[in-house]
RNA sequence: GGCCUGGUGGUGAAACCGGUAUACACGUCAGACUUAAAAUCUGAUGGCUGAAUAAGCCGUGUGGGUUCGAAUCCCACCCAGGCCACCA
């Protein structure tokens, strides 16, 4: 044995790993041509925020499953586009550049270095020539072109919103940096209900701005809609179903008693007050009326002699933060607006009162008080003394007896509707539809759906995002004049849109009902006097350095304290304007980044050489349109509206290629933001007609929790896992392998040292056979055996043809399905049966050549690669003798080479035959009475007469039967259970 | 409080449509190789009773139910993790 042959034949992870990184990358392997591919295949996953000194080894747990899914895709025939990118701009990125306390945007410099080079040490087949990130001007150009067109299509509105504030750190949070606060000690439950800052445990105050906000509220219905057509993980439709939260009711008008004298206004000459119930059933019982603290008609209704003591509770509840609310407890407050409302059904009157646990958002903001039949309203009449009425009788004890003295606790079931007037007899929930079409037929009140969903918050109050593109003009403002207002054909373009938006299905829908409705009554009826959004030409709103970047106390970001930023002419007067300081949200930039991928790749020419001719053509798009509004001029009235008439970031013909997205991988902690965003957006630009499909993403699954020895990973306890120092000792291949072994990929797993080791050793033995087999039966004789004689059937059916096909067949169905532990599981009993065929695993000795074909070994490395893809690819060249190091092979990178002739990742996907999958030779499991006592070895396809007559002769079988009677119950090739009379 | 996951050996976990529970891996024990150790390879390994590689019983969070047969289906409950929460 020669000096050469010994160390080659040591497997070194780092260095093969090195090697192939830097092929594939100077060949271009994984880039596939977007304008020519014909079978697309888009494997999306989510792209990480560098928030952290380096990859998660969450992430890389995340991304492998992933890619191992596109891998086989590959292999299957499909043109896989696997696009990586940073979600560098935002909250979570500028938290850790305050925690490092470097300025953000040189900050994102290193992290993006320290994260591609993380992301390329995995082995993930990324396409490297269309990386993006969202903090790069190229790309929030866009971000903030989106949300011009948003503005000018009437889906962007301000009005004023509560925000989280923390009082130590002088800043406003996000709504995930408010945390439920942790215990002292690890004993003690983490305290619910009092909102703290998740890194100083401050509890947070509640402050009133004035903020932009997209009206998702829209399409609410659209976006539950959607869920039914879609392919995603159900946990995660369930969440959005949830987070939507569409509820059927109706809303009741009571008529206001007793108000002011000058109240006496409303439609019908009458102040009416409306409250909205999912359980109008119960409203015999109803004994009063809470209207939240905001609730705009609260004033008008208060009478004079009350409204000293209102305008304190409301001004108490405004500044209430959520310190003030746990000392109180859940204890209810209120104050009494001295008015009533008339029970239209009982003729009472009703006292009107006023209390912060009623939501002005939800609903109408107004509730009638059923304290029988509703926990928040019990305890709100008992704190003030307000009548307790049953009109829902518990069953079955209940049916006829109504006592309302002893109740101590509002009875939230369903039973026999009593005291109800013609109600009577009626039973809930059963009959509350009939309920409903009886107050509608009296005119009482109409059917109405609420919903949970709010409207997006975009504004934050912060440095590292993109500046939202809109300036705000006093001059303008003053006379009344708006974007809206300003264009001539502005208005009625927008009300074209409008008319687009509604009149397209969504018009006769109650959504637009219920958005209307909440025009009037929540304050989203804004006045949009004075504001412009940015001309294209104008866009990127650059994001300014400023020394001063870490936020601070107060309503506004640090952009406001720049002033040669904030200063600009009125886009529309010329007179001194201000720039909107705020920046928007990051959920905004990655809204779209599926686009993006598409888009932004073709504006570099660093493709394949042989791919770079048929790039040019996809540079027309930059026509300048010198027109105010854009897409409202283009509607989709012809086929392609947009045609060379507008810029948009992406490319038609590419999109419509490539999207929807096929294969979309994510952690279920996104199930509602990003996703629901991620689909809104979507609808709202087929709306606009820049994309031609309703639904992002075609298929989505949710990857489980990697933990670390049972817990969820972070630095306090300790258990964090760097990638790198793993992939340094064992290589990427191993942990690769290693994670996607800890457990069911969608559900998880838990990462544990000791058992890492394990995963080496099956490689290493993976290494061993292959070069044994490899060196001792010589490449090329091989080869031409492997092709001239095809394993297949002879006389009889070989074992080991048998378990190839078994593997074949459990790997392709498990990686369909994402069951990778198991498809590990399988090649390593293959590995091991392969081994066996040795005469012994030590390579010094001999190995039989006859037994081990090379078809075998190259199925065994093709079915490997989309785990391991640097050692398969490594030891496919070593079995077809090729000697590959960067420089040698020349043809290669430089794409003169096809890929299918020489990468292990373009080789066709091994199929399989089920009927080879199938052994011959059956364990038929006989029971007595349903407890086995024996098993019977049985030729496929057994009847039940001669198995019985087997089974039978068996000893252990007869001790249990003896002398008794049975009858049988025979499963094909499975069990015989004799059962025993 | 609501919703979603999950609960199987010493450990991570398998088990298709209800059909041999514990595949695969870790760990442990024993053996081979070695002067020795490491590495590597081979074998054993749910619990109890048994000398046993005989036989039997018990066993998938708890208690019931359906079934010839239940980790799997149904009902009630307990526990852990995640998300949301005064949503009428």
């Known amino acids: 044995m020669d000096m050469g042959n010994i160390v080659q ?73 696997e696009p990586i990118g940073l979600d560098g701009f935002g909250i979570h990125s500028e938290n850790y550049a305050i925690k490092v306390n470097r300025n953000p945007k040189e900050q994102a410099k290193i992290s993006q270095k320290n994260f591609y080079r993380q992301l390329e040490a995995t082995g993930n087949a990324y396409d490297w020539e269309r990386t993006l990130q969202t903090y790069d001007p190229d790309y929030y150009k866009w971000t903030q072109w989106i949300f011009t067109q948003l503005f000018k299509a009437g889906l962007a509105y301000r009005k004023k919103s509560p925000v989280n504030f923390c009082p130590s750190c002088k800043t406003v949070l996000a709504d995930e940096q408010v945390v439920n606060r942790q215990p002292e000690t690890r004993n003690q439950k983490p305290e619910t209900n009092i909102g703290v800052c998740e890194r100083c445990q401050t509890p947070v105050e509640k402050r009133e701005l004035e903020q932009w906000f997209f009206k998702i509220t829209k399409y609410a219905d659209r976006l539950l809609k959607g869920l039914e057509k879609i392919d995603w993980s159900e946990r995660v439709k369930i969440a959005q179903k949830n987070w939507i939260g569409k509820k059927e009711g109706i809303e009741i008008g009571y008529e206001v008693a007793g108000g002011p004298p000058k109240a006496r206004l409303a439609k019908g000459g009458r102040l009416q007050v409306v409250c909205w119930t999912s359980r109008p059933e119960t409203n015999f019982g109803a004994t009063f009326v809470v209207l939240a603290p905001e609730h705009p008609q609260v004033l008008e209704i208060t009478k004079p002699e009350h409204k000293k003591e209102v305008e304190k509770y409301i001004k108490a509840s405004q500044n209430k933060s959520n310190e003030d609310r746990l000392t109180e407890g859940r204890e209810k407050t209120g104050a009494f607006t001295g008015s009533y409302a008339l029970n239209n059904l009982t003729g009472e009157k009703m006292p009107i009162w006023v209390s912060d646990f009623v939501l002005v958002e939800f609903g109408t903001g107004a509730v009638v008080g059923v304290p029988g039949h509703d926990r928040r309203d019990f305890e709100f009449a008992k704190k003030f003394k307000l009548p307790i009425k049953q009109v829902i009788a518990k069953p079955p004890q209940g049916w006829n007896s109504i006592d309302t003295s002893g109740l ?164 529309k007067c010329g ?174 797993g838990d990462f544990r040292d000791e058992g890492i080791e394990g995963m080496s050793r099956f490689l290493k033995r993976v290494w061993r056979i292959a070069n044994i087999v490899g060196r001792l039966s010589g490449h090329q004789e091989i080869r031409l055996s492997g092709n001239k004689k095809p394993d297949g059937p002879t006389t009889r059916q070989p074992e080991s043809l048998t378990i190839m096909h078994q593997t074949i067949k459990q790997v392709t169905e498990d990686i369909e399905s994402l069951d990778y532990n198991t498809a590990i599981s399988a090649l390593m009993i293959w590995l091991r049966a392969l081994e066996k065929k040795t005469v012994d695993g030590n390579e010094n000795k001999s190995v039989n050549r006859e037994l081990i074909t090379i078809n075998e070994l190259e199925t065994f490395l093709k079915l490997l690669a989309p785990f391991a893809p640097f050692i398969c690819e490594e030891l496919w060249q070593r079995v077809h003798s090729r000697q590959f190091t960067v420089n040698s092979h020349k043809e290669a990178v430089n794409g003169q080479l096809k ?9 066709p996907w091994p199929k399989f035959d089920s009927k080879l999958a199938k052994t011959e030779e059956i364990q038929l499991v006989i029971q007595v009475n349903g407890k ?10 057994i009847s039940q007469n001669e198995a019985e007559k087997s089974a039978l002769a068996s000893e252990k079988v007869q001790a249990h039967i003896g002398n008794k009677k049975y009858k049988t119950i025979f499963v094909k090739d499975k069990i015989l259970n004799f059962v025993l009379k």
């Not at 560098?50 to 891998?71: C, K, Q, W």
């Not at 098993?935 to 396809?941: D, N, W, Y």
């Open 575 to 748: 007179a001194a304007a201000r720039r909107e300081t705020d920046v928007s949200d990051t959920f905004l930039d990655s809204a779209w980044y599926f686009l993006g991928y598409l888009a932004l790749g073709h504006q570099k020419s660093n493709l394949r050489p042989e791919l770079r001719s048929r790039e040019v053509k996809n540079q027309k798009y930059n026509s300048k349109v010198k027109n105010e509004l854009e897409i409202i001029n283009y509607l989709p009235k012809a086929d392609h509206p947009l045609e060379g008439k507008l810029e948009i970031p992406w490319d038609r013909e590419v999109t419509r290629r490539w999207l929807p997205v096929d294969m979309y991988i994510g952690g279920a902690e996104h199930s509602v933001l990003h996703l629901l965003y991620t689909r809104f957006l979507t609808m709202v630009f087929k709306d606009l007609g820049l994309t031609r499909f309703e639904e992002p993403f075609t298929k989505f699954r949710a990857h489980g929790l990697l933990v670390s020895k049972g817990a969820k990973m972070s630095k306090s306890k300790g258990n964090i896992v760097n990638p790198d120092d793993y992939i340094e000792k064992y290589g990427a291949d191993t942990l690769r392998c290693y994670l996607m072994f800890c457990g069911r990929y969608q559900q998880g």
């Open 9 to 81: 034949n040591i497997y070194n992870p780092y260095k093969i790993e090195r090697k192939w990184q830097s092929i594939w990358r100077k060949s271009k392997l994984f880039s596939p041509d977007l304008n020519s591919a014909s079978k697309p295949f888009y494997n999306l996953m989510m792209f990480p925020y560098p928030s952290a000194e380096g990859l998660h080894v969450g992430n890389m747990y995340a991304f492998t499953g992933s890619d191992i899914y596109g891998r086989m895709k590959r292999m299957q025939g499909k043109d896989v586009f």
């Open 899 to 907: 890929t299918n002739d020489w990468s292990v990742h373009f080789q």
């Open 932 to 941: 086995v006592r024996d098993t019977l070895s049985a030729i496929r396809g």
């Open 408 to 571: 101590n606790a509002a009875y939230e079931g369903g039973g026999k509707i009593v005291n109800s007037g013609p109600w009577n007899g009626w039973r809930t929930p059963q009959d509350l539809g009939k309920v409903i079409d009886w107050l509608e037929a009296k005119g009482m009140g109409k059917r109405k759906a609420t919903y949970h969903l709010r409207d997006w918050l975009i504004s934050r109050q912060r440095y590292w995002g993109p500046p939202i593109p809109m300036v705000y003009c006093q001059t303008c403002a003053s006379k009344g004049i708006s974007w809206f207002s300003s264009n001539k054909r502005a208005e009625s373009h927008h009300r074209e849109i409008s008319n687009f938006l509604f009149d397209s299905k969504l018009a006769q829908s109650e959504q637009y009902q219920i958005s209307n409705k909440s025009k009037k009554i929540g304050n989203s009826e804004w006045n949009s006097a004075g504001w412009f959004p940015v001309g294209k030409e104008d866009l990127p709103v650059l994001l300014p350095d400023v020394k001063d970047w870490k936020p601070r106390g107060g309503a506004r970001g640090p952009l406001a304290h720049v002033e040669s930023f904030v200063k600009v002419a009125c886009p």
